[in-house]
């Protein structure tokens, strides 16, 4: 089973950018679908952003095109870039991967059964 790392996370100004990096060990990437999510206190994790083996991209409506996810195979490390913050992204976020998943199943929390620790995002106004 791959293991996660999250990092990148901090407290930011709303408009700043922040790129979040998930590293990955104990198997290659390039053979999983994966998947950032996120979550506030109280409630459940949110999907964000996720791709599948093929590089397939798919993202949450809420996002408005403001976040990006990629990779670097050579690396074994997932991305997500996140341009104009707001104060209600303000979360902890996840970075998920699964050996295999169908594309409709993406953005479902259910999908992945590797997770990180987490990284949070603070976004202030």
């Known amino acids: 089973q791959v293991q996660l790392v999250e990092s990148g996370g901090g407290s930011v100004q709303a408009g700043a950018s922040l790129r979040l990096s998930c590293v990955a060990s104990?198997?290659?990437?390039?053979?999983?679908?994966m998947a950032w999510f996120r979550q506030v206190p109280g409630k459940g994790r949110e999907p964000v952003a996720a791709?599948?083996?093929?590089?397939?991209?798919s993202y949450s409506d809420f996002l408005k095109g403001r976040f990006a996810i990629s990779k670097d195979n050579a690396k074994n490390i997932l991305y997500l870039q996140m341009n104009s913050l707001k104060p209600e992204d303000t979360a902890m976020y996840y970075c998920?991967?699964?050996?295999?998943?169908?594309?409709?199943?993406?953005?479902?929390?259910?999908?992945?059964?590797?997770w990180g620790q987490g990284t949070q995002v603070t976004v202030s106004s």
């Open positions: 998920a991967a699964e050996p295999v998943c169908q594309y409709w199943r993406l953005l479902l929390q259910g999908t992945y059964n590797s």
């Open positions: 791709m599948d083996n093929d590089g397939s991209l």
């Open positions: 104990g198997d290659t990437i390039s053979r999983h679908c």
